[in-house]
């Protein structure tokens, strides 16, 4: 089973507008944390923001914030304000068990295209 | 501090030869992963390292893929021979451990591999 869905393979919003790319996750482990990352055309992996499973409020930064939802195992990236240069793929990530020794190991959704319409 | 540091940025080979990607983690990093990007397969972990030891290697994809953590500095992936369906980006990336904030990935810049 994915670890990590993204069930949006493009998406489209217009420039000054707010998007929503969704994330759900799925993990029997309490301890985990949550990342969105940005990869445009240059091909760099860009980190934007961290949600871990035991923070009790949304993580933002900037115009991204992150919609948390626990008990629905979803972990949505919200960008107020899309601007041009938000265009690019959009990944969600996870890592399970950071408690542990063995912990760290990291999965990746497919990924979300992004495109700002001017 | 330089980044994750990943060399070459490209590299273009023959069927059969010996590839060798090297990776320079962010120093006091404990942690260094790599991945494979493609577009029929998207991001892939191979192989990731807590304090140079390999802890999960299960997504390497055959025995023809090693990777190495001689020291907190320095990783190898070798692919001996290669295929041209290992054509793809492969990423190094380093963490540090948790300690009550994030503890995201910073990833290098990519190597972009075609086997010809």
């Known amino acids: 089973a994915q670890k990590i869905t993204q069930t949006q393979p493009g998406m489209f919003v217009q420039e000054k507008e707010a998007v929503t790319l969704d994330c759900t996750y799925d993990t029997s482990d309490p301890s985990y944390g949550l990342f969105w990352y940005k990869q445009p055309s240059s091909g760099e992996m860009i980190f934007l923001i961290y949600q871990g499973s035991y923070d009790q409020q949304n993580a933002t930064e900037g115009r991204y914030s992150l919609n948390f939802q626990k008990a629905r195992k979803s972990a949505n990236l919200v960008i107020s304000a899309s601007q041009l240069g938000d265009s690019a793929m959009y990944f969600c990530a996870m890592r399970e068990g950071w408690r542990d020794t063995n912990a760290g190991k990291s999965t990746f959704g497919d990924g979300t295209t992004l495109t700002v319409k001017p | 501090d330089a980044g994750v540091i990943q060399s070459p940025r490209h590299e273009v080979t023959e069927m059969g030869q010996e590839v060798t990607l090297r990776c320079k983690p962010i120093s006091g990093h404990d942690y260094l992963f790599w991945y494979r990007q493609t577009m029929m397969r998207g991001l892939e972990l191979l192989i990731y390292f807590n304090n140079n030891v390999p802890i999960d290697d299960s997504g390497m994809p055959e025995d023809r893929f090693s990777a190495k953590m001689p020291n907190a500095s320095f990783s190898t992936l070798k692919i001996q021979p290669s295929e041209p369906r290992d054509s793809a980006v492969y990423f190094c990336?380093?963490?540090?451990?948790?300690?009550?904030?994030?503890?995201?990935?910073?990833f290098g810049p990519g190597t972009r591999l075609t086997v010809t």
């Open positions: 990336a380093s963490s540090p451990r948790f300690q009550g904030s994030s503890y995201e990935q910073y």
